[in-house]
DNA sequence: TCAGTAATTGAAAATGATTTCCATTATCAA
DNA sequence: TTGATAATGGAAATCATTTTCAATTACTGA
């Protein structure tokens, strides 16, 4: 027997030594099995939409249609509670652009965006990243993290620069 | 007769020329008139109750609570309305600092924090005001607001920064 | 391989912040 | 002082998120 299989029809082998992306191998199961959570066809289903629209700044909502469409026994329930776990293994990092629900973006994987911060339009809700200027915040972020941490006895996990204004349609 | 007086009680030369603070003459009725807003009593309240708490982050019920303390008729649908109507006069800024609930702190006036930035405790939900740097971090962000401005065609109102991780007690 | 056990799930109900409605009241220009 | 209309507050509606709970499923250890 080469490979042991899980009930989910995973092989083990792809489990533990991940290679590709996309439809195939499961770069992030090490993350979650090493947290005691179990690989379940949701989480994969969510995992694999957060990937396929690395790019957008998707709502839980917007992620369960996402998931639905290839899954639809998923429900939105889970996709709230897979993302907070996420949130928590700091895969995914969540905003809030104003628009009175949270936005995801996957952070880690190989179909993960570049580091970047957001320029908000706050009258239509549009969000763009930006690079520009990237490795200087960086370099003053990572600076102002050591003072602080210090100072305040802080353990920081991650940082947040957002632009608001008005878009070229909305001004 | 030396002064008129309007319905709310509130001599018209204090109105127009303003020059204490506190319990004293109101620096942003004239904010309010030039929009077309107008002066009312749960608006004095709120601006009050912000003024007051201008080191705190206080959630639209708890300016609501502070308001009830003086004035019990103001309900919480006007807090939110004229909060609503301060945050677009930029008079305050609206945070989300992960609980739940929008944040706010007033920008403008003689009681007004000087310009900072934020360490949020993602576990317990503190929020420490650091000014550290403040200075060489406004100087980036003009920067990069110039540039972005006129690279994405963006009215750029107002930026933020957040740093998130674990408190002292929390970590 | 397989059963036992605890983790996970989905649907429905609950929650809680914010918004909407609407009849009444108050501001303020004339 | 008065009239037009902006503003108000309480109740109801909305809507994102959380909780509950019985049924299902992944994984452990034999
Ligand atoms: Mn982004
Ligand atoms: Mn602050
Ligand atoms: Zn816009
Ligand atoms: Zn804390």
Redesign the interface.
Known sequence: MPTRSTDLGLALSEVEVPRGFGRGPRWWCANFQDAGFRITLPRQAILEALTNNSTKHLSAEEIYFEVHKRYPGVGLTTVYRTLEILVNMGLVF?F?F?DGKSRYELLQGPNAVTHHHH?V??NCGRV?D?T??IE??KG??D???K???E??????????????????KC?
């Open positions: 969540r809030d104003g320029l339009c706050t763009i930006y520009e200027f200087q915040e003053l972020l600076k102002i993290e003072v602080l941490s100072k305040y006895k802080f353990n920081i996990k991650s940082h947040q620069i957002q632009f608001s204004g008005l878009c070229e001004k």
